[in-house]
């Protein structure tokens, strides 16, 4: 089977070099040219453990090759972005450009694929529509599927293989037609559903994330007023054999769960109202951030330390991280700040070489990410490098003892 996929980002890369490593010949298309040619040296232009060896593998089998244009193919998968606009509505250009492009290489037998995270009923109301353009009659001569992608940035290559799979179909047929595509390599289970099913699961999944972390967050905010330990609390409540309280932070990141909740505000808004508390709560949380920065500080500092600026530990991206916001609040107070992250190798300003570095003059550390890089830090080993010896840990991540550094886990407000 000869397998085109289009965008080649966090899930379409992967995905490509999957297929390839199974026997597949592979097409992977991405209109930056700069992800082609690395692509064709072997060579990948982000961070996921594993992914750079399995690309390399991939390309010196001679099974996977980029290009910036589609090419025909016995099956289409559609990898690419689906940004959020600045009044929270789905933005599908990308979706929508991406089946325009297949277009002129479609035959008749071809199944396409989506795999974008996508508001329900976009393949009904969108992809088919422009699919049927094509003249080949949509659930008998081409067929279509959503096969939403699940896998958690960190752990992709493994999960890609063995998590579970939903398949919706636009008929029976396209359905059956996507599951024999995934056997190539899929451990999990694989289950059949109509498009728009899968669709709302997938939002679903993100969505109840999303909720969870937001009573955590809640939970915090209220046991500031109470003088309650949130942690102690959580952990407590957990074990509970049917609660799951998930953990508070500086906000929820991320292109995926801070951003698709939001797909179904947008088709139901009036129903939708936990769903959109949610999202309301995880975003107070970069502001309630500087709050405590300001409370554990006696007033707003003069500088302040960013440990970690990712929207998760142990990864490279900064992508919708709460960490951008905390950033804007403190400029807008004039706190001067420095940022030290070992996994960013690019941002827009310059980052501090080493902890020490980042520490330097500080009044307050706050660690924004729990890289493991911070959990085993002997943190007393910094307080001489700062004006006073704070640490804010909104991951709850710091493992070891400090004599010397007063550290504060966000939630903790038992005396
Ligand atoms: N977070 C918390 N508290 C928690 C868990 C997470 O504050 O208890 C924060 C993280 O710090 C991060 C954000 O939430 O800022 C999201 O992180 P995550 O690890 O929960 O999820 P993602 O966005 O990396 O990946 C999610 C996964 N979805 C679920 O676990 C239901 C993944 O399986 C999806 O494939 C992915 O979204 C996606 O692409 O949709």
Not at 56 to 72: H, K, Q, V
Not at 91 to 109: C, E, F, H, K, Q
Not at 195 to 205: I, P, V, Y
Not at 269 to 294: H, K, T, W
């Amino acid at each position: 089977k000869k397998i085109c996929v289009v965008g080649l980002g966090y899930i379409g890369l992967p995905t490509a070099a999957m297929f390839a490593n199974h026997g597949c010949q592979v097409v992977g298309v991405d209109i930056n040219e700069k992800v082609i040619n690395a692509l064709n040296d072997g060579k990948i232009t982000i961070e996921e453990p594993g992914l750079q060896d399995f690309v390399r593998s991939a390309i010196e089998s001679g099974n996977l090759r980029g290009t910036i244009e589609p090419e025909t193919a016995d099956v289409f998968i559609i990898a690419v972005p689906t940004p959020i606009t600045v009044d929270h509505k789905a933005d599908l250009s990308y979706v929508i450009s991406a089946t325009r492009s297949l277009m002129p290489y479609l035959r008749n037998g071809n199944i396409v694929i989506v795999e974008s995270t996508i508001p329900p009923r976009t393949i009904i109301d969108f992809v088919s529509p422009i699919l049927e353009q094509s003249g080949l009659a949509i659930g008998t001569e081409l067929y279509v599927a959503h096969c939403p992608e699940r896998v958690l940035p960190g752990q992709i290559l493994n999960e890609l293989i063995h998590n579970n799979r939903i398949i919706g179909g636009i008929n029976e047929i396209s359905a059956q037609k996507a599951v024999e595509v995934y056997q190539t390599f899929v451990k999990g289970e694989i289950y059949k559903t109509d498009a728009t099913s899968a669709e709302m699961a997938k939002l679903m999944e993100n969505t109840f994330r999303d909720v969870n972390i937001a009573l955590a967050n809640e939970l915090v905010k209220i046991a500031e007023r109470l003088g309650i330990n949130a942690l102690e609390v959580i952990k407590m409540a957990n074990r509970h054999p049917r609660v799951n309280i998930h953990q508070p932070g500086p906000g929820v990141g991320g292109h995926c769960i801070a951003v698709d909740p939001y797909f179904i505000v947008e088709k139901a808004p009036e129903e939708a109202r936990i769903i959109n508390l949610a999202r309301q709560i995880n975003s107070s949380m970069p502001g309630f951030v500087i709050d405590q920065i300001q409370k554990i500080c006696g007033n707003m500092p003069r500088k302040v330390a960013i440990l970690g600026i990712t929207y998760k530990g142990n990864i490279d991206d900064v992508r919708e991280s709460p960490a951008l916001e905390v950033l804007e609040h403190l400029e807008q107070k004039g706190v001067v700040y420095s940022i030290y992250d070992p996994h960013v190798k690019h941002f827009r300003e310059p980052l501090a070489q080493s902890l020490e570095e980042a520490v330097t003059g500080a009044d307050c550390a706050v660690i924004l990410a729990d890289h493991n890089e911070f959990k085993q830090v002997q943190y007393d080993h910094l307080v001489k490098f700062m004006n006073y010896p704070i640490l804010l840990d909104t991951k709850n991540c710091v493992a070891t003892i400090s004599n010397e550094m007063l550290i504060h886990a966000l939630g903790n407000y038992a005396d």
